[in-house]
C-alpha cells in the first residue's frame, strides 16, 4: 500500500514536471520544451523505480533518446539507433527505434517559434502549444481555429520543420507570443 501512495506522489511530480516537458504549453518561455519527459496512460503503474530508470537511460543515452513513457507496467524508450536500443534492452526496458532524437524535436519547435515570430499579427499569437512526441517523430501543434489554415499552409510551403512531422488541433487555449529569443 505504502508503495502505491509513493507512486501517486511520484506521478503527481511527474506530471507537474512533465506538464513543462513533453507537452510546451506557453510559448513565451525562452526554451520551447526542456528534454522529454515521461508519460503514462492514467491506469498505468507510476512505479517509482520505473521513474528512476527512465532518468537514468535518459541520462545514459544523451542525445539519443527520445522520449520515455509507461506501457503495460514496463518502462518503453524511444530512441535512434540500435547501439542505444541494446542499453534501453539491457537496462530492462522495451526499446523503439525513433525517427528524431528529443534534442531535434526541440530544435524543430524552435524553428516554429521563430517562423510564427516573423510572421507577426495575428499568428504570432496562433499557437497555443507544441506537443513533441518522440514515440512518433511528429510535433502537434494546438492553434486557434481562425488561424489554422494558414498556419498549416505557410508550416508546409516554408518546409519549417524538415522532415518531422506536424500535426494540427483546435484550440481554444491562451493566445500568447512566441518566445523572443
Known sequence: MARTALGGVALAAMLLLSACGNETGSPASSSPTPPATLSAAPNESQDPDLLQLNESLKETLGDNYSEGWIEGNKLHVAVIDQASAA???????????????????????????????????????????????????????AVDPAQLAGIEKGLKDDKVTGDIELKFVESDGPATPASSG
Open 87 to 141: 542499453t534501453v534492452t539491457e537496462a530492462g526496458a522495451v526499446a523503439h527505434l525513433a525517427k528524431h532524437s528529443a534534442a531535434e524535436l526541440e530544435a524543430a519547435i524552435g524553428k516554429v517559434m521563430s517562423w510564427q515570430r516573423e510572421q507577426g499579427g495575428d499568428i504570432a499569437t496562433a499557437i497555443h502549444r507544441y506537443l513533441p512526441s518522440g514515440r512518433d517523430g511528429s510535433i502537434t501543434l
